[in-house]
Structure formats: structure tokens, C-alpha cells
DNA sequence: TCAAGTTGTCTATGATAATAGACAACTTGA
DNA sequence: TCAAGTTGTCTATTATCATAGACAACTTGA
């Protein structure tokens, strides 16, 4: 294969190398700490020049997904963050108890009114005033799910600006008062990630995803939270306990 | 937005911008016949070089997506073909119905044996020995659909290589001496496009498909072949008769 | 210790991608 | 008829993509 070959489809040959690697990753033909075969092997296999496959396993290495070792190969980094869904989870816990550095980051904050389920979930009427944010977690670099989380915008007026001061959905109802919380009703299906969710989890488009649906209660069991979570499906597993 | 900016993409700033305005027809936002906006509109809504606009634009021409008319406009050529669901339908006749040519292409034939849902689809027993056929079908120079085809291996032997040279599922069978068929149980979904198919197809990853699955009958009601068939959602419409 | 195999780095070349500016050719509507 | 707006074509420049070859630096196992 030749750039030319290649050129009417806008798609550079690395890119289509990193791709095939990363879902061969992905689909777990190779697992976490498995050796990839050498360099002149991928580029035999994807009939590519050796310095193409140096350039797809160097955009992998930066997204921390592989790992290069001098002399002796590359071997996969991507380890699935292992997420258990327990009663009291707070992300950072989870992130901090893999070895990684969790970040949160808000990417929008709005006005909204609660549709009835919304509403339902809440404990409020229809039509009541929330808060909608969006907002983005990451471990180390890596982006592990994007939420949508409604409040009601009485009782947390101006949430918006806390959390996007806080960058912590705990330090954010602590500002309110509320100095603890427990996950309620959890509901989890799959589904294909749109084009906004992809570019915000850094995913190829038509990459699986993760969805949740939970609410949090207060330690009375009332609703303070409902949260719409799309997880990248490769990159976390979630535990149920018994 | 500048080459650098995309660079770690290693996806061509033209193809972004003739994958959005595709998207822009598939969704409708662009109908059939419309006119685009000028090329300098374009550019400067994707923030990109009226050259970078008019190489995506040739790509979608290319591909009979859009035409471009000098001191006028560019126009979306791309109609969806109107696919009625009758008892007797011939891809060819449905496709010259609508002024276009219709092609067909075997892509690979092999050996199979009926799973117990083929069994039953074809009335024979499970285990039973099947030839499958993957094809191709074109109007004019785009594809439409890619269908896997499954048939009896005792009573149709050899039906790969006759497919592959008649390029045509009716005139197959009337190799083995059947004049008429019809359509049986047709059933109808929805998915998103894989990788395979998405080559074969031309497509984008992620792109909607429509899946259908269907038995072709003889005369007498005895089942002939049955079909899987993966449509390129955007580029057909199925039209169901009361 | 050594050979084989691995990744890292360097130079070099040609093709493609993206930008930029200018002008021609054409269509449309006033 | 004319002005405004459109697509078509040309030259030019810079950066990236992909290939190619050679060798260094390193790891591993015999």
C-alpha cells in the first residue's frame, strides 16, 4: 500500500494502523501487559513501511494506550479502570485505588426545566427549575465518561459556578451542606457514542459505550441528584458486588 | 483551523468537511436538488481554505453526492432510491425504474451448513449443507446493498460459480430451471454499519444500516434461497404497499 | 560472551494536504 | 446591459505523509 492508494479516502495509512491496533486492543486480542509483534511484523501485516507503524504506535504511546521498550518490544498499557458500583463510590476514590490521577472538568452548565421523569426522579414537580451540567472525568489523561446531571436549581442555586470552581460533584453538595451521599437507583444499558460524546472522550466514532443512569440520595434516602453517564465501554468495567 | 491543529488526527481537513456535508444530505438538512451554500460560506462555517472546501467537494462529486454547476451553485444530486417491498421484486428492475443501472458482484462464496434458524427459514435440517454467497448490488457506481445469500448445497451445486457469472440471483436460478419466484417473510431492522460491510459499502464507520432478512420462495411456496441484506440507510428508502 | 531480535534515530526523497492570491468563465437577477 | 455572486483554473509556498536505507542502542536467550 502506497500513499497514493490511499489518498481519495482523506484517512492518513497511520491512523488506519493506530485504529487496527487500538481495536485489536479493544476486542481484547491483546490484553494488558501483552507484547505487540515488532514493528517489521505490523508493517508486513498492514503491508506499511516500518516508520508508519512507528508513527501509529507513537500517537498510541502518547494516549498512553502502549508502551515502547528499547530492545525489547511494545506492550499494551490500556488497563480497563476497574470500577465497582457500590452503594458509596466517589470517582476520585475509584480513580486514586487504580494508581491514576482522577480529573474532573465541567464543559457546560445550564438552565433547565425537569420533563417528568426527570421530575420523578427528583422527587419535584414537572416543570420545576434545575440546573443541567455537563461534565467530563478523566484518569490521568484519559477520559473515562462524560454525565449530565440535573438538580434542582432552588435548593442548589448557582451550582453551576461551584462545580465548575470545585471541579468535584462531593466538594460541590458539601458547599450546600450535604456532607455525605449514596448511590440510588443505578440503571445501565450500551449503546454507540455520537459525534459530540466522541469527540469528548477522545473515541473513534461507532465505539461502544457505557450508558448509567443513577440518582444520589442523602443519607434520609430524598433525591439530590440524577446523573446521565456514557462511559467509553474499553476503558472501564464495572463490578457488581453481591 | 490549520493542517497542524488536525495533525495528530490523521484525518484529511477535506474529508471532515465532505463527511459534515454528507452528513448535512443523509440528514436532510441538505434535500435533494438544493443548493449549497457558495464555497466561500463553506470555508469560512468549517474555517478552512475555499481549496480545501472545493477538494471535498470533488469528492462528493465523484461519488454522484452533489454537482457542481459553474456561475451557479452546487447542487445535492443524491436521491434516496425508492425500494418498494412487493411480492416481486427484482433489484434490477427497481433500479432501472429509477433511471440508474444496476450492477451486481459476487464478493465470495463458500460452504456452509444450515444453523437451525437457516434450517428452518429453508425447510430442510439442521446441519444441513448450504452454499453462501456474499455479493454486492450497485446503482450506477454506488452502493446500495451487500447481501449474504444462503441456499440448498445438494439442489443448487455449483451456485457461487454460476452467481459469479451471471452476476444475477434470478438468472442463477433459472440456471437450475426456475422461471419465477417470489418474496416470502420479510423481516426488517436497524443497525449501525461494521467495518466490513462499511468498505464494501462505502460508508463511514457508524452510519446507520438497514438489516433485512428474507426468504425467497417458488410457485409452489417452497422456500428457494433466504437473504441477509445490509442497505446503506441514507441511500434507500423502502416502500411498503397497502 | 555473543548472536539475534528489538526499538530509537538519522538522512533523504517524492507525493499529498492545506493555505494563499489572482483571475477567468459563467449564471443570475436587477 | 451590468454588477454581484458563483465555480473553474492557474501558480506558489509550507507542512505533513509515506517510503527507503543505514546504523545505534538495547534486551533477551542460548
Given at each position: 500500500?502506497?500513499?497514493?492508494?490511499?489518498?481519495?479516502?482523506?484517512?492518513?495509512?497511520?491512523r488506519?494502523?493506530?485504529d487496527?491496533?487500538e481495536?485489536?486492543?479493544?476486542?481484547?486480542?491483546?490484553?494488558?501487559?501483552?507484547?505487540?509483534?515488532?514493528?517489521?511484523?505490523?508493517?508486513?501485516?498492514?503491508?506499511?513501511?516500518?516508520?508508519?507503524?512507528?508513527?501509529?504506535?507513537?500517537?498510541?504511546?502518547?494516549r498512553?494506550?502502549?508502551?515502547?521498550?528499547?530492545?525489547?518490544?511494545?506492550?499494551?498499557?490500556?488497563?480497563?479502570?476497574?470500577?465497582?458500583?457500590?452503594?458509596?463510590?466517589?470517582?476520585?476514590?475509584?480513580?486514586?485505588?487504580?494508581?491514576?490521577?482522577?480529573?474532573?472538568r465541567m464543559i457546560e452548565?445550564?438552565?433547565?426545566?425537569?420533563?417528568?421523569?426527570?421530575?420523578?426522579?427528583?422527587?419535584?414537580?414537572?416543570?420545576?427549575?434545575?440546573?443541567?451540567?455537563e461534565a467530563i472525568r478523566l484518569?490521568?489523561r484519559t477520559p473515562i465518561c462524560v454525565s449530565t446531571?440535573?438538580?434542582?436549581?432552588?435548593?442548589?442555586?448557582?451550582?453551576?459556578?461551584?462545580?465548575?470552581?470545585?471541579?468535584?460533584?462531593?466538594?460541590?453538595?458539601?458547599?450546600?451542606?450535604?456532607?455525605?451521599?449514596?448511590?440510588?437507583?443505578?440503571?445501565?444499558?450500551?449503546g454507540i457514542v455520537d459525534a459530540t460524546d466522541a469527540a469528548r472522550l477522545d473515541l473513534p466514532l461507532g465505539r461502544p459505550i457505557?450508558?448509567?443512569?443513577?440518582?444520589?440520595?442523602?443519607?434520609?434516602?430524598?433525591?439530590?441528584?440524577?446523573?446521565?453517564s456514557r462511559f467509553a465501554a474499553e476503558r472501564?468495567?464495572?463490578?457488581?458486588?453481591?
Amino acid at each position: 500500500m502506497s500513499m497514493q492508494d490511499t489518498a481519495s479516502s482523506g484517512v492518513a495509512l497511520w491512523r488506519l494502523v493506530a485504529d487496527g491496533i487500538e481495536r485489536g486492543i479493544a476486542d481484547g486480542r491483546f490484553a494488558a501487559g501483552d507484547k505487540l509483534p515488532g514493528e517489521m511484523e505490523i508493517a508486513e501485516t498492514y503491508r506499511v513501511n516500518r516508520h508508519t507503524v512507528r508513527r501509529a504506535i507513537a500517537a498510541l504511546a502518547e494516549r498512553g494506550i502502549v508502551r515502547a521498550e528499547r530492545g525489547s518490544g511494545t506492550y499494551v498499557e490500556a488497563q480497563k479502570l476497574a470500577y465497582p458500583l457500590r452503594s458509596r463510590t466517589r470517582f476520585s476514590e475509584i480513580v486514586g485505588a487504580d494508581g491514576r490521577e482522577p480529573h474532573g472538568r465541567m464543559i457546560e452548565a445550564s438552565e433547565d426545566v425537569a420533563t417528568r421523569e426527570l421530575a420523578r426522579e427528583l422527587g419535584l414537580k414537572t416543570g420545576a427549575p434545575l440546573v443541567r451540567i455537563e461534565a467530563i472525568r478523566l484518569a490521568d489523561r484519559t477520559p473515562i465518561c462524560v454525565s449530565t446531571t440535573w438538580l434542582s436549581a432552588e435548593r442548589f442555586s448557582g451550582a453551576g459556578t461551584v462545580f465548575a470552581a470545585t471541579r468535584s460533584m462531593t466538594k460541590m453538595l458539601e458547599h450546600y451542606g450535604i456532607r455525605d451521599y449514596r448511590r440510588g437507583a443505578t440503571r445501565i444499558t450500551a449503546g454507540i457514542v455520537d459525534a459530540t460524546d466522541a469527540a469528548r472522550l477522545d473515541l473513534p466514532l461507532g465505539r461502544p459505550i457505557l450508558v448509567v443512569d443513577a440518582t444520589d440520595l442523602d443519607l434520609d434516602g430524598k433525591p439530590l441528584v440524577t446523573k446521565h453517564s456514557r462511559f467509553a465501554a474499553e476503558r472501564v468495567e464495572f463490578l457488581v458486588e453481591s
